[in-house]
C-alpha cells in the first residue's frame, strides 16, 4: 500500500477554504430554490415532497456546532421551521429549539408564495399560520417578605462598614492608608447607595417620636458634615 503524499500547508487551507465555500454555496442555492419556489415550477405539491424527491438522503447533513447558525441563516432568508427541517434533514423539534428565544425580522415565505409576520407564539406552516402548543408558565418565585429582607440586608451593611471601620484602628493601617485609596470609588458608591435609600425612606413623614426624629437628624448632619471637610480638604490640595 503506498502512502498518501500530504499536502502542503498552503494547499490544505486551499481545500478547507473551498469546502466551506463549496458547504455555503449550498445553502444560498437552497434559499434560492425556496423563495422563487423552484419546487412548484417542477410539479411538487409541497417544498417537503421536493426535497425528499430530488435530494433524499444525500442532503447534506449539518454538523451540530454549525447547525443553529445556518438554521438561524436560513430562517431570516424566509424559510419556516418546516422548510427548514426539510431541507437539513433536522428534525422540525429541533429547528424550533434552535430558533427559540431568536427574535428575525425576516417574515416567512409560505407554499403559496405570499409572505407572513411570525411572533414568538406562531409559525407557518404551507401558508397557514398555526398556534404552537401554549407551554405554561414557570412557576413565579416566591419572595422573601420585604421588611424580613430589608432588616437582614441592613444587618449586612453594617457588618461590613463596622468591619471597615476597625480595620483602620489596626496598627498597619498607617502604612498602607495609600493602598486603600483605590477602593474609594466603592465606598463612594456606597455612600451613594446608602443616601438613596435613606432618601426612598421618606423619613420626615415617618411615624417616630421627637427625640428619635431629633437624634436622626443630628445623626444625618454630624454624617454629612465629616464628608464636606474630606471633600473640601481634597479641594484645596488640588
Request: aromatic share 6%.
Amino acid at each position: 500500500m503506498n502512502d498518501i503524499a500530504l499536502p502542503t500547508h498552503d494547499e490544505a487551507r486551499a481545500l478547507t477554504d473551498r469546502i466551506k465555500i463549496a458547504a455555503e454555496g449550498t445553502w444560498q442555492l437552497i434559499r434560492e430554490a425556496y423563495i422563487s419556489r423552484t419546487w412548484a415550477v417542477l410539479g411538487y405539491d409541497t417544498w417537503d415532497a421536493y426535497c425528499t424527491a430530488e435530494f433524499g438522503e444525500t442532503r447534506l447533513r449539518l454538523p451540530r456546532e454549525e447547525r443553529q447558525e445556518v438554521v438561524a441563516s436560513l430562517r431570516d432568508s424566509g424559510l419556516s421551521a418546516r422548510a427548514i427541517s426539510a431541507a437539513t434533514g433536522v428534525s422540525e423539534p429541533t429547528v424550533r429549539r434552535d430558533l427559540a428565544g431568536a427574535s428575525f425580522d425576516a417574515p416567512v415565505i409560505g407554499r403559496d408564495g405570499k409572505t407572513y409576520t411570525v411572533t414568538r407564539e406562531t409559525e407557518v406552516v404551507d401558508a397557514e399560520i398555526v398556534d404552537e402548543p401554549v407551554r405554561p408558565e414557570p412557576p413565579k418565585v416566591k419572595r422573601r417578605p420585604l421588611p424580613e429582607a430589608f432588616t437582614d440586608a441592613g444587618r449586612d451593611l453594617t457588618r461590613a462598614a463596622e468591619r471597615l471601620a476597625r480595620l483602620t484602628e489596626d496598627d498597619r493601617f498607617a502604612k498602607n492608608r495609600e493602598n486603600t485609596h483605590h477602593q474609594v470609588p466603592e465606598l463612594l458608591g456606597a455612600l451613594e447607595h446608602t443616601a438613596r435609600l435613606v432618601t426612598a425612606m421618606n423619613l420626615p413623614a415617618a411615624e417616630a417620636s421627637e427625640e428619635a426624629r431629633r437624634w436622626w437628624a443630628t445623626s444625618l448632619h454630624k454624617i454629612s458634615d465629616a464628608l464636606a471637610d474630606v471633600a473640601n480638604s481634597i479641594e484645596k490640595e488640588q
